[in-house]
Nanobody
């Protein structure tokens, strides 16, 4: 199983980024997918998730700014991040849950400057 996250970078506050996570080795369309993030010195925290039926959920601090989506034909999950804030700075990880197992990607750095 491989999850390849990409799309991170440096952006000014108020800007946008789009993260992608490409999965292989799992039946993507049957997988529960999620984004987590970990800021320096803090624990990893859940950001958003999307069910196999494309029902999304978001943590309160990103509601209205972030949009999670999935493209089953491309085995890809995305996170559109708008109105970014310095407190969104973190390494973002994608996670897949399939057949009772969880798999993590390697992370992509998002840095938001004030």
């Amino acid at each position: 199983v491989q999850l390849q996250a990409s799309g991170g970078g440096l952006v000014q506050a108020g800007g946008s980024l789009r993260l992608s996570c490409v999965a292989s080795g799992i039946v993507f369309e049957s997988s529960f997918m999620a984004w987590y993030r970990q800021a320096p010195g803090k624990q990893r925290e859940w950001v958003a998730d999307i069910t196999s039926g494309s029902i999304p959920e978001y943590r309160d601090s990103v509601k209205g700014r972030f949009t999670i989506s999935r493209d089953n034909a491309k085995s890809t999950m995305s996170l559109q991040m708008n109105s970014l804030k310095p407190e969104d700075t973190a390494v973002y990880y994608c996670k897949a849950r399939y057949s009772g197992f969880e798999h993590w990607g390697q992370g992509t750095q998002v840095t938001v400057s004030s």
